[in-house]
């Protein structure tokens, strides 16, 4: 029998973590069917939290930041935080990634949104942010230690497919469909050091965090909050949340005004991630099948032993070429949105446009990717919003690697449907700027990039 691994990554690796909460009364109307525009209470705390990981203790760093925030408006304010960062720590764009939890109960981080009521504390809070993030990114790289990080996948069934079709409307909506298929699988990182001191663990799941809805005035992290609270109280260290690829996924209980749900759903995800820490091996272990003994049955006899685990680190932004719809112009848009006294249309156009935006006017659009080898753990960072295809399919591909995909990461264009969807009206499918097949042209670009890179590893040791 072989012997059984954890996909693992040993160098230095360090984590932080600062609190980035805004002040009450900023613009905070992420439901375009609020009837309010400021958020007044605070359920719980938002956060940066910083991850490096290093081949050596003088190798450049990887930065990975999870941010408890919404999703990017325009392609200037993300740019605005990244490149400051980059600019401030000195290092490749190759090797940071920001990627958002997409709570839908944040601040702006628009300044687009200036002109809004509270929208005079956008551009203070985004200028404070940046700092922020450079201060924890620069924390967790000075106190990175010799350390592992193993990972082990686990299930949670709180993701729905919110695809649903309503016979009475004769069309879709974002809801729930127990019917349709979802994908459970939560892939959960270990970070141990040498002398056995838990840093920490990495989490990441694909749902939406929608569990408070758009009549709540609350600043949350949604889900993610409870979620984190629960595993740092019964592991230790600190607990970094990753968005996957869900546009698809949401939790059953959502758009709710009480923050109570939102807890529940996050318990719920928390006590499986639990559930999945507790059935690994210790990081830089394997289980090898050790002698048979013989008893009332034959009993096969497994036991730990000492793994060799790989330090390789790798990074690099890859482009893929994909098609857009046929979409009306700025112009266009924003005239409509003059002849428009809906207020939901209205913040739906102005979304509309800003997407418009960020794609151009071309029949195609380069669309960029940060793809990561680090030992046997491949991470995409995605600026989007793709199906759960995105995943299952790079994880059945490379089933002996642990396959991190990042939704909303270095940015946010709009969702990524599969092809087979374009023919329905599925709110995604009309939101999306990308045409039909989009997604599958990202699918064959990351297996062959993540094939490279394997490819190039494999010759480097050889």
């Known amino acids: ?48 939290t910083a991850l490096t990981l290093q081949a050596t203790k003088a190798s450049e760093p990887l930065v990975l930041i999870s941010l408890d925030l919404g999703w990017w408006r325009r392609k200037e304010d993300e740019w605005f935080i990244r490149g400051h960062l980059i600019e401030q720590l000195n290092v490749d764009p ?21 002109d809004k009521p509270g929208g005079n504390m956008v551009r203070p809070y985004l200028q404070l942010l940046r700092e922020n993030l450079v201060r924890v990114a620069r924390d967790a790289s000075r106190n990175a230690k010799p350390a592992t990080l193993a990972w082990t996948y686990g299930r949670c069934r709180l993701a729905k497919n919110r695809d649903q079709f309503v016979p009475e409307l004769g069309r879709y909506v974002a809801g729930y469909d127990e019917r349709s298929p979802a994908d459970p699988v939560l892939l959960v990182g270990k970070i141990v050091t040498d002398e056995g001191t838990t840093l920490g663990s990495v989490v990441n799941y694909a749902c939406h965090p929608t569990s408070i809805g758009w009549e709540s005035r609350v600043i949350s992290p949604d ?18 949340f ?43 272990m394997r289980a090898t099948n050790h002698r048979t003994l013989e008893s009332a049955s034959s009993l096969g006899i497994w036991e730990h032993a000492p793994d ?26 924003e005239q409509q949105i003059e002849l428009s006294d809906d207020r939901a249309i209205i913040e739906r156009l102005r979304r509309e446009r800003e997407v418009r935006r960020t794609v151009g006017h071309d029949e195609t659009v380069r669309f ?28 059945l591909h490379f089933v002996e690697k642990a396959v991190c995909v990042i939704n909303i990461a270095n940015g946010w264009y709009g969702y990524m449907p599969p092809r087979e969807l374009y023919d329905k009206e599925i709110p995604s499918v009309h939101q999306t700027p990308f045409a039909k097949g989009s997604l599958e042209f990202l699918i064959h670009g990351s297996l062959a990039q993540f094939e490279r890179l394997a490819k190039l590893h494999t010759q480097l040791v050889s």
């Open 1 to 48: 029998m072989p012997d059984f691994r954890q996909p693992s990554f040993h160098g230095y690796i360090g984590i932080a973590r600062e609190e980035i909460t805004p002040p009450i009364g900023i613009y905070a109307r992420n439901w375009a069917a609020s009837d309010h525009d400021i958020a007044d209470e605070v359920h719980r705390p938002l956060t940066a």
């Open 242 to 284: 990753l968005q996957g690829a869900g546009g698809e996924m949401a939790p059953r209980d959502q758009y709710s005004s009480d923050v109570e749900v939102a807890d529940r759903n996050g318990r719920e995800l928390g006590y499986a991630v639990l559930s999945a820490l507790e059935s690994m091996m210790p990081p830089g």
């Open 223 to 240: 889900y993610v909050g409870a979620m984190r609270e629960l595993v740092e109280e019964k592991k230790g260290g600190l607990c970094l």
């Open 94 to 114: 190759a090797r940071v990634i920001i990627a958002l939890t997409h709570t839908h109960s944040g601040p702006s981080i628009s300044l687009g949104d200036s």
């Open 368 to 395: 960029p990717i940060w793809l990561w080898v680090t030992g046997d753990t491949f991470f995409l960072g995605c600026p989007a919003e793709p199906y759960t295809l995105l995943q299952r399919h790079l994880r």
């Open 308 to 333: 060799h685990v790989p330090s390789n680190v790798e990074a690099t932004i890859h482009t893929v070429e994909v098609p857009l719809k046929s979409m009306p112009s700025v112009l266009e848009i």
